[in-house]
Every structure is written in C-alpha cells, then in structure tokens.
C-alpha cells in the first residue's frame, strides 16, 4: 500500500461536503405605498406599547398602538392597511 507523508493510505471513502443551511432574515426597510421606495423602517417601544412606521423618503409617518407579541413586520402590514383604507376612503369621498 502506498502511504503519505502525512501516514494517510492514498485509497479510502471520499470526505461527505458539508452543506450550509442558509437562513433567511426579516428585512429591515420594506416598500412606501406612497413614493413606491424601498426606505420605510418600522420600529416598536416595548415600554410604550407604541409603533412607528417612517418613510425616510417622502416623510409618511405612522404611529400607533403595538400588541405585546408585535414584530416589525407585522406594525409594517398595519401600516399599510392604515394607508389603503384612508386612501380608499379619499377616493369615496372625491366622487
């Protein structure tokens, strides 16, 4: 048998490739339903209970009470309810 330097025999099992799991994470900026950017941050004070959704771009705010379990994402899909429903309304009330 022909050995290495390294003392390994150079027949045997090849080595099994590792293979990463990559896991994806919430994004931190989500889409403005007014300018169409991708600049909106949402935060939540837990001490406050308060959400605040701001458009770094055209300046559209939102502030509104947070549940306990709330996540970002989640004070982001309210946010934009908030904006879809008002703008409806609007439109109802121009016609």
């Known amino acids: 048998m022909i050995e290495n330097l390294s003392g390994e025999c150079g027949m045997g099992r090849r080595r ?3 293979v990463k799991i990559v896991r994806r994470t919430l994004p931190e900026l989500y889409l403005c339903p007014r ?3 991708n600049t909106v941050k949402a935060g ?3 001490s406050t209970s308060k959400a605040t ?3 770094s771009s055209c300046n559209l705010r939102s502030s509104f009470d947070a549940t306990r379990n709330m996540v970002p994402v ?3 899909c309210v946010f934009v309810d908030q904006h879809y429903s ?5 439109e109802t009330e121009v016609a």
């Open 16 to 18: 099994k490739q590792v």
């Open 35 to 37: 300018c169409g950017k």
């Open 44 to 46: 939540i004070n837990k």
């Open 53 to 55: 959704v701001i458009c």
């Open 74 to 76: 989640d004070a982001y």
């Open 86 to 90: 008002q703008g409806s309304q609007e």
